[in-house]
């Protein structure tokens, strides 16, 4: 069964500061990886989509990376900005499990003035 | 392209109750997903269409929930008998099938409905 765990549960930067988020998985075999923003009480916007094959995606001040055999990816948010406060959810697309996403639990950032 | 839209976006109801949610994917998405989230955790998938048709369901599913696609366009999520432990978002998504099946795409989240059981 494919678990997806997220590092650190919450994290708290100045505002300007450069982060990294982790998420790790236990079975690499994945069709793609996505990473998402919720803001409370809402929905989820897609931020990036990995594809298995990838090694990176970058969309303005994000990067994530994927480590398909260890089974890691990162989620790099430069610059960082108040507007950027929200919780960051990874899930992956596993191969030969459906189509479901499989998500991890998410970080919560808060990016203080 | 207005995005997925889910209706209503709160529902409160008391224990034993029936309740039935909407889900209007972006248009020309064949396939669409239910989720459910609960407080302080991600996502956990529940059921999946492609068009009309129901493909998975996960265990979560129980005998009170239904899901149908009667033409491949917007679903409804029902739950029979409401419980205490149903009260959660529950998140609605879409995407294409497209040409390679469908795997390598993002899937779209609508906005969710927030149900609590009272």
């Known amino acids: 069964k494919q678990e997806v765990t997220q590092i650190p549960a919450a994290l708290s930067v100045p505002e300007g500061e450069n982060l990294v988020l982790n998420c790790s998985f236990t079975d690499s075999a994945i069709y793609n990886l996505q990473w998402f923003r919720q803001d409370p009480g809402k929905g989820l916007t897609s931020l990036l989509l990995i594809q298995s094959s990838q090694r990176e995606q970058t969309s303005g001040r994000l990067n994530a990376s994927l480590d398909k055999s260890s089974g890691r990816s990162t989620l790099y948010i430069a610059a960082s900005q108040p507007g950027d406060s929200a919780t960051y959810l990874c899930a992956v697309r596993p191969r030969g499990g459906g189509n479901k996403l499989t998500f991890g639990t998410g970080t919560q950032l808060k990016v203080e003035l | 392209d207005t995005g997925v839209s889910q209706n209503p976006r709160h529902k409160i109801t008391k224990r034993g109750q029936n309740v039935t949610f909407r889900c209007d994917p972006i248009?020309?998405?064949?396939?669409l997903y239910w989720y459910r989230q609960t407080l302080g955790q991600g996502p956990e998938f529940l059921t999946y269409?492609?068009?009309?048709?129901?493909?998975?369901k996960s265990r979560l599913l129980s005998d009170r929930f239904s899901a149908e696609r009667p033409k491949g366009s917007f679903s409804t999520l029902e739950i029979q008998r409401t419980e205490q432990g149903d009260s959660a978002m529950y998140l609605c998504?879409?995407?294409?099938?497209?040409?390679?099946?469908?795997?390598?795409?993002?899937?779209?989240f609508g906005p969710g409905t927030r149900l609590t059981v009272t």
């Open positions: 269409f492609q068009n009309e048709a129901q493909l998975e």
């Open positions: 998504a879409s995407t294409p099938q497209g040409s390679s099946g469908g795997n390598s795409y993002e899937q779209y």
């Open positions: 248009s020309e998405h064949n396939r």
